[in-house]
Nanobody
Framework: VQLQASGGGLVQAGGSLRLSCAASGRTFSGYAVGWFRQAPGKEREFVSAISGGDGSTYYADSVKGRFTISRDNALNTVYLQMNSLKPEDTAVYYC?????????????????WGQGTLVTVSS
């Protein structure tokens, strides 16, 4: 599975962005997908994930109520809608896929990674 993340950019605090993670190479529907982010000088951290089966979702407390993850299996794409962005959301965002219906919360649980897309939120 090859993943391509896109949609990052520069936005003012309070604004919105939608990230996309497009998969190719294999049917995507049975894979759980997660979004992680990494700010300069910090470890990669979990943001959100969606299961490959029933589409269950999970969010880090820091983004709950502001971010929404969804998937379109027909398009082999997972989205991360980010609203009410804050400067502390600034990071490179990565999507990752796991060869399982069930999502994980740790980077080591994912088998495939996209290249990352930079999100910068100005104050």
């Amino acid at each position: 599975v090859q993943l391509q993340a896109s949609g990052g950019g520069l936005v003012q605090a309070g604004g919105s962005l939608r990230l996309s993670c497009a998969a190719s190479g294999r049917t995507f529907s049975g894979y759980a997908v997660g979004w992680f982010r990494q700010a300069p000088g910090k470890e990669r951290e979990f943001v959100s994930a969606i299961s490959g089966g029933d589409g269950s979702t999970y969010y880090a407390d820091s983004v709950k109520g502001r971010f929404t993850i969804s998937r379109d299996n027909a398009l082999n794409t997972v989205y991360l809608q980010m609203n009410s962005l804050k400067p502390e959301d600034t990071a490179v965002y990565y999507c990752a896929a796991r060869a399982s219906n069930w999502y994980g919360l740790r980077p080591a649980e994912y088998h495939y990674w996209g290249q990352g897309t930079l999100v910068t939120v100005s104050s």
